[in-house]
């Protein structure tokens, strides 16, 4: 009896110390596979920090079951498939399993044990274990050693994850890095691989079965130069290194959190995207694909044609070139390309020919570097022209520093214009293509009896416009008194071919109105000016009062902002929106009338020292008034409109000092789902735009938040953004409000002639909210509506801000200020070279 009961208390003891052990143990996620223990369907392995998941899954509407690799995830949005073992060889039923064989390799089965995928390692290995790491990585090691024997990086198949290595075998040119799947149901391998050029310089080409169907253009060292939204220190890069007989591209991310998660898929239709994790939003948002448009697919234009995606047509052949196949040309089927006019002069010469015969080269501009790059040499930029020219097969080059000289001969394949990056490609053409050198003395000669004759005609035409203008001014005060009712006209076309029906909500003034409203345009009614030009106040035959805006000759905006301020604002009104009353057009003269804001701009309330003072009050009614017809601009109104310059400048102020957005000339439609644009024209203020649009041309909704933030700041501090390049401590004004917020001193930001009426809880919510707002990354900064929603409520809770954009500490023996930066206050546009 004594031994049955210590065997019973021996048991329970073991029991209550098994239960503890379990019971106070923190619970870890199976991470490996082991000879001992395989992964059947329906079960999992995770990676050590729960970022991927290693099990069956069944595609699309497929029935089949594969053994794949994927993010996990705790939201509604499909997660990516990252790798596949069995894409070709499919399991019909859930009866599979994944396990460690006899040899050490890692195998798919069946339910009758017949392999169905393996690792197939080279020599057999006694014990051997497979462990997902957290890199998405599936590794199988050698227990013993230690020694990585497999591993799935090196077997990609349709996706790049960061810190993924794959290289290929320099003798094999069209070795694929990925393949796509068939379809959304059929990881098999598909119509579409990726590979990477074995001869220097390297690029990335995308492949259509075994046609090439489109190409980074070369690597030089730094970014790919067929790739215009590129940028070698901004979210992420490659790295292409070459070892031995292997040519290795690497991808990695500078910042690898979860709310950095990226990773490139190639899709089963072509388009080969980069996709971020956005973790506030918890869904996968497009950061950027190609090809993006039809100029960016392989030779779309055939050898020696140039593709525009700006141009209507598309194509057209480079200088010297003309259609080889006319008629097909016309049609629109542009393969066969471009042929030269004449011959080069070397060629028909036998050498290279000197004088007035000699060939010549053309600069074409944000050129994409052709394929086929023939030869390249280490000359300096000025060396290459000599190279090319000794060489009588050579007809173009280009210079980049970190390539060196790249030559071609022959024809010039994949020709595409860029809005901006690029290269500048030297066309060789003989000189006859480029205009016959003239005799010094006869040019000289014409060009100083042409100035001469131009001369005496402009002054002649100067002094009977002098004596037109002051009859007509008499005539419109003595045709047009006070109190008529004629106040526009109404014309189906202009001089300027601007449609009536294009504006058709607004009336045409005539311009003889105009001049009687302001007083043909006296200094007296002058209002101030921008970057369109001078402002004027004008009352109407009718008593209204008018600001009449006249673009200005010198003006570097024109017709394009004139009519896409007329067609933009027509079609949309709202509060905090400055009415556009109508628009007149004769001869050169461009203006628009818009309803009279008698405060003028908010600029001169926060920033004039001479001016009515604002208090918190008004401050926060003008903040969430701003952020309102913002979200009208993005989310209310039938059309999608981005405004692209945001500033305190164009916020007008009524009689209440309610504001109204203004300046519509820089503003663009989005159509349909579009969410983000690229533009060969950078155009906007410095110091108010988002990083994004700065430095590679590309906007959205967030381009406007991210202005929008730097006003939040503005209006709150009084200071204006570019005040601070003058200081040493910081850069700009985000960079100061940065620093005060996480010293914990955010209040020391407000403007001083606030004294102490203020809402504190409200100036830090609006700092806070100003903060995230100009966030470096567009996918860090809020939506419009969520603004509105946390300045609107303090139930909101805002996520905390990360480092803003352009932020830059200045200590002590720092660079300049002249050096560090150049910096002005007013509108641009930033013209490209073609």
């Known amino acids: 009896m004594a031994t049955l009961i210590r065997g019973v208390c021996m048991r329970a003891l073991i029991a209550c110390c098994l239960f503890s052990v379990f019971w106070f143990s923190p619970c870890k996620a199976r991470d490996a596979i082991t000879p001992n223990r395989g992964l059947k369907d329906g079960e999992t392995i995770a990676s050590g920090g729960g970022k991927f998941v290693l099990g069956f899954f069944r595609p699309g509407r497929s029935s089949n079951r594969y053994v794949g690799i994927w993010y996990t995830s705790d939201s509604e949005e499909p997660v990516p498939v990252v790798w596949v073992a069995n894409g070709e060889t499919p399991l019909t039923d859930s009866s599979g399993a994944i396990s460690i064989n006899g040899n050490g390799s890692l195998v798919v089965t069946d339910g009758n044990d017949n392999p169905l995928w393996s690792t197939a390692a080279s020599t057999a290995v006694r014990n051997s274990s497979a462990r997902l790491l957290d890199t998405g990585n599936l590794v199988l090691l050698d ?246 020219k000794r060489n009588c097969s050579c007809s173009a080059y280009a210079f980049d520093a970190g390539i060196g000289c790249m030559f071609w001969s022959g024809e010039l394949i994949d020709l595409q214009i860029f809005p901006v990056a690029g290269v500048d490609l030297y066309l060789r053409l003989p000189a006859s293509e480029l205009g016959e050198k003239k005799p010094v003395k006869v040019i000289i000669t014409v060009v100083v009896l042409g100035t001469s004759i131009i001369c005496v005609f402009l002054f002649l035409m100067w002094r009977w416009l002098g004596k037109r203008r002051g009859q007509t001014d008499e005539g419109v005060k003595r045709l047009i008194p006070m109190g008529t009712e004629l106040s526009y006209q109404s014309s189906a076309t202009n001089s300027d071919g601007l449609n009536h029906e294009e504006g058709r909500e607004l009336p045409i003034f005539d311009f003889k109105v105009v001049v009687f409203a302001t007083d043909n345009f006296s200094l007296a009614n002058k209002l101030g000016g921008g970057g369109f030009g001078p402002v004027y106040k004008g009352i109407l035959p009718g008593g209204q009062e008018v600001a009449v805006k006249r673009l200005s000759k010198s003006s570097g905006q024109g017709l394009q902002e004139f009519r896409n301020e007329v067609l933009v604002i027509s079609r949309v009104q709202h509060k905090n929106l400055v009415r556009l009353l109508g628009y007149c057009i004769e001869g050169e003269e461009k203006m628009l009338l818009y309803e009279y804001m008698p405060n003028k701009s908010l600029d001169s309330f926060i920033f004039d020292s001479d001016e009515q003072k604002l208090d918190w009050a008004q401050r926060f009614h003008i903040i969430d008034g701003i952020a309102r017809g913002l979200l009208y601009l993005h989310r209310d109104s039938r059309l999608k409109i981005i405004h692209r310059d945001l500033k305190a400048s164009n916020i007008l102020l009524d009689r209440e000092l309610n504001p109204k957005i203004s300046d519509f000339g820089l503003a663009r439609i989005f159509g349909g789902n579009e969410i983000q644009a690229e533009t060969r024209r950078v155009v906007g203020t410095y110091g108010y735009m988002s990083p994004e649009y700065a430095m590679e041309g590309r906007f959205s909704e967030k381009s406007d938040v991210f202005s929008f933030g730097v006003l939040l700041l503005e209006i709150v501090s009084g200071k204006k953004n570019t005040s601070f390049y003058n200081q040493e401590s910081s850069l700009n004004l985000q960079s100061h409000a940065w620093k005060l917020w996480n010293e914990g001193q955010a209040l020391k930001l407000i403007d001083p002639k606030l004294g102490s ?70 509108t641009i546009t930033m013209l490209e070279g073609r």
């Open 143 to 388: 227990v013993n050693t230690g020694e990585t024997i497999w591993e799935s990086f090196d077997h990609p198949t349709n996706v790049i994850l960061p810190k993924m290595k794959v290289g290929i075998t320099e003798n094999t040119n069209q070795s694929q890095i990925l393949h796509s799947w068939k379809d959304a149901s059929d990881p098999s391998a598909g119509e579409f691989s990726l590979s990477i050029s074995t001869l220097k310089p390297y690029q990335i080409l995308l492949w259509n079965n075994s046609e090439p169907y489109w190409r980074s253009g070369p690597w030089n060292s730094r970014l790919f130069l067929g790739v215009p939204g590129m940028s070698s220190n901004y979210l992420n890069g490659f790295t292409i290194t070459s070892e031995g007989g292997s040519v290795n591209l690497i991808y990695d991310v500078f910042n690898d959190s979860e709310s950095n998660t990226t990773l490139f898929i190639l899709k089963s239709t072509g388009i080969l995207e980069q996709l971020e994790w956005l973790d506030e939003r918890k869904k996968w948002s497009i950061y950027w694909s190609a090809p993006a448009s039809e100029c960016d697919l392989y030779g779309k234009c055939g050898p020696n044609g140039v593709c525009n995606p700006l141009s209507s047509p598309l194509c057209t052949c480079i200088r010297g070139f003309e259609p080889e196949f006319r008629e097909e040309w016309n049609k629109g089927n542009w393969s066969g390309g471009c042929v030269r006019r004449r011959p080069l002069s070397c060629e028909a010469n036998g050498s290279n020919a000197v004088g007035e015969k000699e060939d010549a080269f053309l600069n074409l501009q944000n050129m994409k570097p052709p394929d086929s790059i023939a030869s390249l040499s280490f000359d300096d930029e000025e060396g290459c022209e000599g190279v090319c």
């Open 757 to 826: 009426t203020y809402s504190e809880a409200e100036v830090l919510r609006c700092i806070h909210v100003g903060l995230l707002c100009v966030q470096e990354y567009a996918a860090d900064r809020p939506m419009i509506s969520a603004i509105t929603l946390f300045l609107g409520t303090d139930t909101a809770t805002p996520p905390t801000p990360k480092q803003p954009a352009f932020t830059v500490t200045i200590s002590r023996g720092s660079p300049s200020t002249e050096e560090r930066a150049s910096v002005n206050n007013v």
